[in-house]
């Protein structure tokens, strides 16, 4: 502190504003966009697993995913083709992960910025603050590594198309490649689903809540400017 | 929030109804699938048991589990080919574990959403909610983990042909691939009576403690929407 | 919960059977099973130490264990050969250690089972049971993964013997041999001692507390279905 | 100590001048450099959202972005020329990362030479002080770890071109190129939005709290020197 | 629990017989084993001491530890044979890290089956129990990853030669393998004094608090079976 | 202790010589070598500063930091030569380093020499003392590991003309070797500013609780010999 | 315990007479060895940082350590050679290391050795026992680590002298082998302060405490044989 007099600092007023731009379309959020994403997600899910139910009973044409036996029947040619529907699916899937860390990192942004001064008690506002901002955060890093999902998958077909290739005679490396292939698919009949629960679970965190995220000391309004 | 006024935002009929959606389904998972579940794998467990030592008795034909020198003696054609009945079990397993995830997910789902607003005390029944939360997401993790079983397996099998390809005098290639392939075999036989014992341990702790899960704060129902 | 009523969720009848089935089995299993398994191992044990001892003294023809010396001028085509005596052994273990985990499997499943509704004080019998279910599970673990001793003995096995013939000159390898085959022997020779060590211990502990594992509540024996 | 008397040691004028120069530092960086900041990074993250709209809807010529389907069909000598578009936004982002770590490090440089004698009490002031200072730490460390962010793209660029040159049939390593640059555009896109969010978030924290930074022990000041 | 009346369960004669044969032994060890090899390695200490000074200042003819500089002057021939006295050394102190751990495993063993009931209270005699449980857990641990330490003596020594067999001008290589060698001989100076320390440390642990190893709860005996 | 009576062990004259001499050099340390550091690299962290700017707007013609593109178009044989500028300004930083570690280790030294018998209570000043030691520590281990920065800069520079040298068409790796060189300016022009910043923050911890340091327990200094 | 009467195990006269002698000795290293120790290598740290400053002014011939441009110009036969220097001054150091541990590890034993029986409380004076037998345990496995500082610079010398040699013309690998040279030189530097430093404090934390190591409950005497 400079020797003489203390200085007052005091909030800049781009950042009240910037700060109630995010407010706004926390309330966007809130009240339009997650609520439609968790319908949007709930049908897909039932969609998906009907999808998977009829194929498994054969009565779709277009089988999106094969037995373990046909690799090891399919000609090497067009076992080292990508798969089209799980590179379209990973498509759609990142645009969604993409949408819902967007959602959801506004809304973390304006809880920080709501978060009041420092003190030594009445703090039972800002923990349920900072417990919902945890809860956000965690849910952005998973979906965040989801992100790399593809990566890795690529990664792991071109190593494992690589081997097939060395080792033509190796029946079990083309059963793995089954197998890298099928956990795609096992993951995205979960992926709607616990994007749907994902959504309504923090919806509903953030919902019940929204009383103490807005104002979380009653008393004195003035210290969260 | 903004500067004059606070917002007030309730849950979306929508979410609402996604939830009654998810709490039926768990009414019928504890009243139907689960204890269906739990017989059917009890009767697996017994009679998976009784396969394998008429097995070492030698009363049936059809020897599932070769012994360590038959991984020797046979011709290197054979001992490359993969294991028939290993790769038909991991597929039934792969079902019954997707099963699993796919029932306990949905009662997961529920009970997040029957969390009510964070309040400063009289959180006993919510304890139980979370501390529930947490046995359910523990055993999903288990089990999704259990469905890189088969990728892992094929891996080292792979990886081991072709070794034993590369070294046919090295015996000890030989009998680390007999281990391998056992390996799965003792892993089966435990893995009936787990699915059983999972089932009915996590099917315990909800139903003995449903009232907590249904209604956390007896005194003011309207706080859970 | 559904907007009107709570539903009343009891414990499934075939529940309630598969539990009095795995309290049938622990009973059987700590009057029967279990001491004649420490009196066994205590015996095997004695006469496996009296072996070593014979051994040692050159009183037995048949020598199990290899001096190193003998490493360094055995030929190569009997050095790379699998010891068959290790390789029996092996087998007799894991068939012993399969034995105890479905034995204590059974037990921890039946006391899980028997865990009360969740209660806010009241609590020392469920501590108990809580703590000897942690007990069993890490002796289960233990076990579980010496299942995959022998599977890591022969990849360290092949992979000495590939350095061996690649470096015919380099003495060390054949005694890093020999150093990996003695430490079987080594392992063998306490694995009885610890067998009967960890039946009797985990049987003291489970039969010391019976009683509490049985009625962890004494007062209103209802809550436990 | 020396065995007579003890030594007093009073802070330096030259340290004390230090202190200064940096507190008159986090004032402008207070009241103009980052409220400046805020404000460029909330415009620059609208205006790269639309761009990558337009993109996506066709309307701009420029494509920054392309699409897996391009990496498979491009010629090999495109695909492994390293984007331009990339690389630009590398270095502008370095640039910014580096401008945030030297503000926050004044910042946090001034308030630990503020931070009074350790006392047995009244140490609500220091606490405030070790807190935001903890807090602006992890901001340095993440945008620390930041800078390393386009030396791992090229490690793994040039790989994976590596890979794709050596087996140009393996479709998967043409894709697996495609996810690294593409997940370079994704964090782009995120980019902007965190700078504004992590420097309001920061500020905020320090603006609210800064009366507790000068004076942390209120009724004594001069034991701050 | 069997819906109708609670089981009585005993301790089992042959584990009661099972316990009082450690305690027997348990005893001669206190008395017996464990003092004389106290005295045992304090001498073997002293004496190992005593060599290694006499080979330093060059009195003794068989020199067991060479120089650097031997390393490297050496024919690649002598270098690559492996040393006798390290080898018969690691015999010897294998033999004694084994009678270590098999003399504190019965003790371990004895102590454990004396653990009284679980009760609320009245435990200070069975935290002293599990207190030296730990401590003897610890010390096998300890003595059980010691006898790994020739197989890794070995495998790093073996690399070593096939480094400078390979790389025959590289001088270093050859000073590192001197420094394994000498690693060994430091080891073995401290082994005796740490054996002789060990014992006497944990023996005068146990034999301090025997009374309540003995009788952890004095008042009522009869819990202990 | 012997059994008839207890040893009288006194400090060492030597040893309080010792410590006096490490006080002296403390005290030098504080009033003189640390504050004309202080300002020191305050002065090299603005000067370093602006050359980096006036060589961003190519005021100054030595360029000490290549722009990527250069790396690209430099000719192969310059490009695998190692930057003088950042040879030479490593060599600078680890002599200032070396510095920071004799300087706070003496005071360190002086400190841990310091501290009183052990007592039951009455420990205020000694927790001040091991706290402090604990933050020197913690400082001298920094700058230790950061004293490896340049062997493992080598290394990685090393490693990455190694890929270019073979495969000349892979830009991805002279973009690579382009971020390696930039990180260390980088590093650089944070290292000075640091340097004031740790040698400030440090200096004002230990001044301001010097007489702490010095007379841990006011009352009764003959314990501190 | 045996059924019928408690056994009284006394403290074994041999082990008592083994305590004795650690006692001695004990004593004969707090009044010599140690304070000769600590003057010792409080000398040779100032020697030898007045050998370096001479050296760096170039008054030395003997010149031990080598600049960076050094290593770039000199033949690779020389490159090649161990630097005579470093391997006399690890030899040095690793006596110096083995006497500290030989020293400490008498002491510590005494003090484990003169713990008494555990009780419920005065306990004072056995955490001054256990206290300082930790900071002894880590002291010696510091020095422990760093015995293995040769075996870890020879191997590091020796890869990068099999890269220069492959790779002639990249400079990076000469300077890289020129910073592990170095990196030794500045570690002898601080060598002798740290044995100096870490002989005195631990020496200052036993000769402080002596009475409570020598008598940890002053009341009764008895029980600590």
Same sequence: chains 1, 2, 3, 4, 5, 6, 7.
Wanted: overall charge neutral; hydrophobic content about 35%; aromatic content about 10%.
């Amino acid at each position: 502190m400079s020797k003489n007099n203390s200085t007052v600092i005091k909030m800049d007023e781009q950042v009240l504003k910037y700060k109630e731009d995010l407010y706004e379309k926390t309330v966007h959020h809130l009240k339009v966009t997650i609520p439609k994403k968790i319908a949007e997600y709930q049908e897909l899910a039932k969609s998906y697993g009907q999808n998977s139910e009829n194929e498994q009973d054969g009565q779709t044409s277009k089988k999106r995913k094969l037995d373990s036996e046909d690799y090891v029947l399919m000609p090497i040619e067009d076992l080292i083709k990508t798969n089209r529907v799980i590179m379209e699916t990973h498509q759609k899937f990142k645009k969604a992960y993409i949408e819902l860390i967007e959602t959801f990192s506004v809304i973390r942004g304006w809880i920080s910025l709501n978060i009041p001064r420092i003190e030594d008690g009445n703090n039972f506002g800002v923990d349920v603050q900072e417990d919902i901002i945890t809860q956000i955060t965690k849910l952005e890093e998973v979906y965040t590594s989801l992100l790399d999902g593809s990566e890795s998958y690529f990664a792991s077909r071109a190593s494992l198309v690589k081997k097939i290739l060395k080792h033509k005679d190796i029946e079990a490396y083309r059963y793995s490649l089954a197998q890298v292939d099928e956990k795609e698919f096992t993951r995205f009949s979960f992926s709607y689903f616990d994007l749907a629960n994902n959504y309504a679970t923090t919806y509903s965190l953030i919902v019940k809540n929204f009383a103490k995220l807005e104002t979380p000391r009653p008393t004195n309004a003035s210290n969260i400017y």
